[in-house]
């Protein structure tokens, strides 16, 4: 899709539009008749990023109604809208922009939504370009310095507009596997809640889900260093320099992290790794664990039988739904699922049990 350029974008969110960037806005719209769809599609995310209720039905017809009223463009679809002095409808904008708190929504591809948004930093505003995977999807970031980022299922990554320009720090909420390109001077960073990791080249992955207490980071190739997040105690620098070489950093009630180094198998490391390919391994985790990335993967909730939580399951897993993963389960495990919609439960079978 041939989007808004990010300059004009930025200048609206800033509310340092001029005349020209709303003229540039009004031309791309005239130049095809299909930008129209394309910025329904946009605006139904804008509304749905906080400009209505969120149990309200998305009108995307009505959003770009009120969009080209806002920026003074009257046409067939706004005909019946109330005239209004052109300052008024500046005005508008302005406050619309307040309401949706800097968020303007630019893209919808292979399950991952990217948005630009403004943020504080120590020099000023800083324009950040952020990456969200729902669950049940997975996506590929390739970065402007050729380092490329895979993000599993209800993942968020975030990054500067001007990564790489002076340094290359990216931010991570979710699970992603990172392929760095080298580039002497210019270290490659990944920020999450826990801990920093530090590449100059390399591959690794990283595990810092915020719904969990604790960040994994797994060597495949090359060095990393490993120091503490802004939510935690300080820990020592540790550096991993083996490939399948794991560092997990667990934040305690009293804000000291616990850390735990160990060297998986290679199997073991190609099986942490895999989900970022077509087939996906199971090495030995419990069945509660197991739940929890089917709920990611599959957008589901499992709940699992207390007797079945520590029952542990070895496969592998080819592009199959989320039935045929279950029913393979079942095959090994003394259990009985049932899927209700969304909702999945997980019980012991009583014959298998004895």
Do not use: C
């Not at 895999?274 to 090495?283: H, V």
């Amino acid at each position: 899709m041939d989007y808004p350029t990010e300059e004009y974008i930025i200048n609206f969110l800033a509310r340092k539009e001029s005349p020209e960037d709303v003229q540039k806005l009004k031309k791309w719209l005239a130049a095809d008749p299909a930008h129209r769809n394309e910025l329904k599609q946009l605006l139904a995310v804008w509304d749905g990023a906080g400009m209505i209720d969120a149990t309200e039905k998305i009108d995307t017809d009505k959003a770009y109604q009120r969009f080209m009223f806002r920026i003074g463009k009257e046409d067939e679809e706004t005909e019946t809208a109330p005239k209004t002095n052109p300052k008024v409808i500046r005005m508008d904008i302005f406050r619309t922009i307040s309401r949706i708190a800097a968020i303007f929504a630019i893209s919808f591809s292979l399950g991952i939504l990217s948005h630009y948004y403004l943020a504080k930093n120590q020099s000023g505003q800083l324009a950040f370009i952020e990456n969200i995977v729902p669950l049940g999807s997975k996506s590929e970031i390739n970065l402007p310095d050729g380092s490329t980022i895979s993000l599993n299922a209800g993942s968020t990554l975030r990054y500067p507009t001007n990564y790489g320009k002076t340094k290359r720090d990216v931010y991570l909420s979710g699970e992603g596997y990172f392929n760095v390109a080298g580039q002497n001077g210019k270290p490659f960073t990944v920020h999450t809640s826990l801990s920093k990791i530090t590449a100059l080249g390399t591959e690794f992955n990283v595990k810092a889900y915020h719904d969990e207490n604790v960040v994994e980071t797994t060597l495949i190739r090359g060095e990393v260093a490993v120091e503490k997040g802004e939510a935690i105690g300080a820990f020592d620098r540790t550096v991993l320099q083996k490939p399948g070489h794991k560092l997990s950093v667990t934040a305690a009630q009293d804000s000291q992290p616990v850390l735990v180094v160990t060297q998986l198998e290679p199997d073991i490391a190609e099986a942490e790794v895999s989900w970022k390919g077509q087939n996906w391994r199971i090495e030995s985790v419990p069945l509660q664990d197991l739940a929890v990335k089917l709920n990611r993967r599959y957008g589901v909730l499992i709940q699992v039988d207390d007797l079945l939580k520590s029952h542990r399951f070895t496969g592998t897993f080819e592009d199959e739904s989320l039935e045929q993963v279950l029913h393979a389960i079942q095959i090994s495990a003394p259990m009985l699922y049932h899927i209700d919609g969304k909702n999945v439960y997980i019980s012991a079978d009583p014959k298998k049990m004895e």
